[in-house]
C-alpha cells in the first residue's frame, strides 16, 4: 500500500508503442508474471504497481522500489496518447515488436509524441523490443529486426535498450530494474 515504510521510491513508467506489439502483455507479466495470448485490448487507464528491488549505486544495495506503470490501454489505436498520460513522467518505455518491422519504425514518431508532451527533459527513455520468444523459435525465424539495429537506435536516441518476450518473461523484470535504477540514478 502507499503507507508502506519499507517502499523508498515510486517511480511511474509510461509504455508506449504500436497497437499489439504487447505493451499491455508485458506490464501484465510484470505485474501478474501471467501471460495470456487472447488479451482483449481495453479503452481507458490502466495501471499496475510493482515492487522491485533496485540495485543503487555506488554500494548497489537493493531497495524497494514502487514501478507504477501506465498502459495506454488502447488509446494508441487512434495514433496517439492523450497528452495528461506523460506529462511529468520520469521514464517513457517504447516498444516496438522485433517481429513487425513497421512497429519499429514507428518508434521515432513515438519518441517525438512523448517529447511534445512530457513538459521536462530529464525523462529516462527505453526502447524494448518484445516477442524475442517468436524471433528465436527454432525454424521459424520471424524476426524482423535484429538485435544490432534495436541496439543502434537506441544509442541514436540515448535509450536503454532491452529485448523482452511477455510469453516466457525472459528480459522484462531485468529491462524495468533497469529503468527504474536509471530514473533514481537521475535525482
Ligand atoms: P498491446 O496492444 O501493445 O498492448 O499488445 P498486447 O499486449 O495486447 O498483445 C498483442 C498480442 O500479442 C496478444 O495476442 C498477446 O498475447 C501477444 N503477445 C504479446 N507479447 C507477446 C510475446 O512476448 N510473445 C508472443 N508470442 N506473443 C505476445
Redesign the pocket.
Known sequence: SGMDPDIAYTVRVVVI??????????V?RLATGM?????I?TIGAEFHNVVLEVPIPPENAPVAVRVQLW??A?Q?RYRSVAPAYYRGAPAVIV?Y?VCAKSSFTAVASWLSEAAAHLGHDGAVFALMG?????ADASGVGLREVSRDDGEALAAAHGMLFAE?????GAGVADAYVAVAAAVLADE
Request: avoid cysteine; hydrophobic fraction near 25%.
Open positions: 508503442g504500436d497497437p499489439s506489439v504487447g505493451k499491455s502483455s508485458v501484465r501471460f495470456s495470448e487472447n488479451h485490448a498502459d495506454t488502447g494508441e516498444m515488436n518484445n516477442k524475442i520468444d517468436l523482452t518476450s511477455a510469453k516466457t
